[in-house]
């Protein structure tokens, strides 16, 4: 246990957070964006959170995602399928909860949950977060979140990770400019500027007082809560709705 960890009141903390895992099935290729940014965060002792997509991890297996875990990392819900809106908007605009629920939430937690363990190798991983794709948002993406206690993630800010026009050294001037204790960061796993940046980007941060956790880790350490059903998901996300879902834990609201 880093010794942060014993006293994490003493830090800022930040949450960094990449979408569409996994993109490699070969954990032991350095070079791999994925790989780079899991290693990343071992050096600077502290870890972040995947999302998955089930699309991706049926694609490319579990072994990313297993050595992962067992580097500290969280793993989301980032949807089963990773919908394209626009074909698919007025659906999860207005069926059920547990239409959106069984669709794209369910159907990835069981496959994680069958297929990855927790770090001590025994246990099934069980999912606790969620994020839309594309961070769209919709009634029932919020009442089945609420519902099933998995509280719906955003981001703060973008960074213009996916903007070619933004080169490394912007990039990494707008992460640290735009994070502040309690943040949570978007990224992407695949993503060779963020796997460039990252090291630069934790080593400023760290240097600054800093500790990278998990969403897990962030929720208890800045509000206390392990009891996910705690959280008022509807109303979290109503605080910042252009963000798509909590972007900073000061906008986790309890019941």
Not at 151 to 171: C, F, H, W
Not at 213 to 236: M, P, Q, R, W
Request: proline residues 5%.
């Amino acid at each position: 246990v880093p010794d942060w960890k014993l006293n994490p009141g003493n830090y800022k903390l930040i949450a960094f957070t990449f979408d569409d895992a996994p993109n490699t099935g070969n954990p032991n290729n350095a070079s791999d964006p994925n790989v780079k940014i899991i290693n990343a965060f071992k050096k600077y002792e502290g870890a972040g959170t995947l999302f998955v997509t089930g699309t991706n991890a049926r694609k490319y297996g579990y072994k990313l995602l297993q050595y992962a875990v067992n580097c500290g990392f969280e793993l989301g819900n980032h949807t089963d399928t990773h919908p394209d809106w626009n074909g698919l908007e007025e659906r999860y605009k207005s069926c059920t909860p547990e239409t959106y629920y069984n669709e794209q939430i369910k159907p990835l937690n069981e496959l994680i949950y069958n297929n990855v363990k927790t770090a001590d190798g025994k246990t099934p991983y069980t999912i606790r977060f969620a994020r839309s794709s594309n961070l769209y948002m919709s009634d029932p993406i919020k009442q089945a979140s609420e519902q099933y206690n998995m509280p719906l993630i955003g981001r703060q800010k973008g960074n213009g990770e996916m903007d070619s026009n933004v080169d490394n050294a912007t990039y990494i001037r707008n992460v640290l400019n735009n994070v502040s204790d309690g943040s949570i960061v978007l990224m992407h796993t695949w993503s060779t500027k963020s796997a460039d940046t990252i090291d630069a980007i934790l080593s400023a941060l760290y240097n600054d007082g800093y500790r990278f956790c998990t969403l897990s880790e962030l929720f208890e350490y800045k509000l206390g809560v392990t009891d996910l059903s705690k959280i008022n998901v509807v109303a979290s996300c109503n605080v910042a709705p252009s963000s798509g879902g909590i972007g900073h834990i000061s906008e986790a609201k309890l019941h």
